[in-house]
């Protein structure tokens, strides 16, 4: 028997908000959002209100204080959800291959295993490319390097001849000149 939006006395269930306020590691309508779609995901259901929102009774407070304990005791999201509904690995493989229909998880395994093979086909060829391209610029580097410290060279042999004082010339050569001039 179906339970319709009509038929729920408010007074029974509690909203979201109220559940922030009263769970300490919720914080945010969209922690407890995760954590109501986790549960659904295992099995669980939750009424709704006659909005689709989400209503929480005692028993759903219940089992979102034992997960809040099974996070403060450094449990994934996932492995709370599976203790408090008493899920084991069979029944949540179970419990996943219905909600999926038409695809069981070793097909999912399968295709996100090509994916994945085909992503990182992907990667190690862009990373060649990208080691190619490094050689090809650290070579460029060499080069200016090499250009550079010649022109410094060259600057350096020009401002010491401009900083050298002219020769000065007897007077003899001054007044008269010399053939070797």
């Known amino acids: 028997m179906e339970i319709l939006a009509k038929d729920i006395k408010a007074e029974e269930y509690i909203t979201g908000s109220e559940v922030v306020h009263k769970i300490e590691r919720i ?15 295992m099995g669980h259901k939750f009424q709704h209100d006659g909005r689709g929102r989400r209503i929480y009774s005692d028993d759903d407070m219940k089992l979102l204080k034992q997960m809040n304990d099974l996070l403060g005791d450094r449990n994934t999201l996932k492995q709370a959800v599976d203790v408090t509904l008493g899920v084991t690995d069979k029944d949540a493989a179970e419990k996943e ?25 992907e990667i190690k060829e862009m990373l ?34 401009l900083q050298e004082p002219p020769k000065k010339k007897s007077w003899w050569h001054r007044h008269f000149g010399s053939d070797e001039d």
């Open 97 to 121: 291959k219905a909600a999926d229909g038409k695809q069981t998880p070793a097909v999912l395994d399968k295709k996100m295993l090509q994916a994945q093979n085909k992503d990182l086909s």
């Open 128 to 161: 060649a490319q990208l080691v190619k391209q490094n050689q090809q610029y650290h070579e460029e580097n060499v080069q200016l390097q090499a250009q550079v410290t010649e022109l410094t060279e060259m600057t350096k042999k020009n401002e010491q001849l």
């Open 27 to 41: 914080g945010s309508l969209a922690t407890l959002g995760n954590w109501a779609k986790e549960m659904e995901r």
